[in-house]
T-cell receptor, first 112, second 111 residues
Framework: NAGVTQTPKFQVLKTGQSMTLQCAQDMNHEYMSWYRQDPGMGLRLIHYSVGAGITDQGEVPNGYNVSRSTTEDFPLRLLSAAPSQTSVYFC???????????FGQGTRLTVV | GESVGLHLPTLSVQEGDNSIINCAYSNSASDYFIWYKQESGKGPQFIIDIRSNMDKRQGQRVTVLLNKTVKHLSLQIAATQPGDSAVYFCAASGGYQKVTFGIGTKLQVIP
């Protein structure tokens, strides 16, 4: 049971480049979320999904897109990277709303 | 909206002592609370949770206390060990509100 798998672990982008952060879970969880973690600001919700085909915005959605075509996968797309998107990104899944979340190992993204 | 905060950004404790990490939340509609532990370079890991119909919940060496009157919860770690050194986050959710995380407290265990 791998849990939540994120790829890549590290990434450096130039301003204006696009990329997709991958997230997959093998626990058949309905809920999946993307967070960014910045020093002194805790985890902030970017986008989330309550099931395949359903996504919604979180606290800081600007500059990011998501889709949920399958229960297992929830990729996060940066359309045009900006230095302000330098952060550590975490994907999480959970079986329901008020339940514990399982986090991936994170992707450290640097935009130069 | 929900805001969740911690009183102490860094807590240093002697190995073997008990640790207490505090957290305040602002949304009185919050009904589910979680504590996570995050070690360096890793994702947050679930420690213990509590629902609003409880005041106290115990796990292995950890206890969470919830005071709904003052919107405060705490995490107590008994006999703190070096492996407990990490950043601890509280999180709260309520109704259809999304989970909100605090900024975290760094626990340093002195051998």
């Amino acid at each position: 049971n791998a849990g939540v798998t994120q790829t890549p672990k590290f990434q450096v982008l130039k301003t204006g480049q696009s990329m997709t952060l991958q997230c997959a879970q093998d626990m058949n969880h309905e809920y999946m979320s993307w967070y960014r973690q910045d020093p002194g600001m805790g985890l902030r919700l970017i986008h989330y999904s309550v099931g395949a085909g359903i996504t919604d915005q979180g606290e800081v959605p600007n500059g990011y897109n998501v889709s949920r075509s399958t229960t297992e996968d929830f990729p996060l797309r940066l359309l045009s990277a900006a230095p302000s998107q330098t952060s550590v990104y975490f994907c999480a899944s959970s079986p329901g709303r008020a339940t514990e979340a399982f986090f991936g190992q994170g992707t450290r993204l640097t935009v130069v | 909206g929900e805001s969740v905060g911690l009183h102490l950004p860094t807590l240093s404790v002697q190995e073997g002592d008990n640790s207490i990490i505090n957290c305040a939340y602002s949304n009185s509609a919050s009904d589910y609370f979680i504590w996570y532990k995050q070690e360096s370079g890793k994702g947050p890991q679930f420690i213990i949770d509590i629902r609003s119909n409880m005041d106290k919940r115990q796990g292995q060496r950890v206890t969470v206390l919830l005071n709904k009157t003052v919107k405060h919860l705490s995490l107590q770690i008994a006999a703190t060990q070096p492996g407990d050194s990490a950043v601890y986050f509280c999180a709260a959710s309520g109704g259809y509100q999304k989970v909100t995380f605090g900024i975290g407290t760094k626990l340093q265990v002195i051998p």
